[in-house]
């Protein structure tokens, strides 16, 4: 899936990187337990993508202790988008795309357009093409607006009087 595309895209974008870490639990779904590091801080979840940095590549690196074989199943390897009552996701929403898979590494690219929760789905297989997923969330900030900005930039009075203005038009029209 790697192309010189994908991997030019890459440049200029933040990096989230993730760890995921499998270890064999009965009471876990499919057999498997999860845990994950986001850019080396355990038990940090979810991934938080600020407001106005822009475009993230999110890299999933893989760590099977299950003695299982566990892999991305590159054929489908990320579902994301919002869901209702913290539901899996049955597809992959537009806002991110898949760059590059191998069977311990994932990366994809989110471009933090859209100010949302995002639950995420990876799926996993094992060495005899059993699913084994695992799905925590994102969280984007989304992108940095015009009126924002404008309000930051001329401060908490003026603001308001923008805004009376603006209320004040709207009504005469």
């Not at 566990?70 to 991110?96: H, I, M, Q, R, Y």
């Not at 590494?105 to 005899?128: C, F, G, M, P, S």
Request: charged fraction near 25%; aromatic fraction near 8%; include cysteine.
């Amino acid at each position: 899936m790697a192309t010189t595309a994908a991997a030019n895209k890459v440049r200029g974008r933040k990096k989230a990187r993730l760890k995921i870490y499998a270890k064999l639990n009965d009471q876990a779904p499919h057999g498997v337990e999860y845990r994950h590091e986001v850019n080396d801080k355990p038990g940090s979840d979810p991934v938080k993508c600020p407001k106005g940095e822009g475009a993230y590549e999110i890299i999933f690196t893989l760590h099977d202790d299950t003695g299982l074989g566990l892999k991305f199943d590159c054929g489908n390897p990320f579902l994301c988008d919002v869901t209702v009552n913290d539901a899996c996701p049955t597809k992959l929403n537009s806002e991110f795309s898949v760059d590059d898979c191998d069977a311990g590494e994932l990366r994809v690219n989110n471009k933090n357009n859209d100010e949302a929760t995002y639950h995420y789905q990876l799926n996993i297989i094992d060495d005899r093409g059993r699913p084994r997923p695992y799905d925590p969330i994102i969280v984007n900030g989304g992108k940095t607006r015009f009126v924002t900005n404008l309000i930051l930039a001329i401060g908490g009075a003026g603001a308001v009087a923008l805004i009376g203005h603006f209320l004040r038009l709207w009504q005469l029209w």
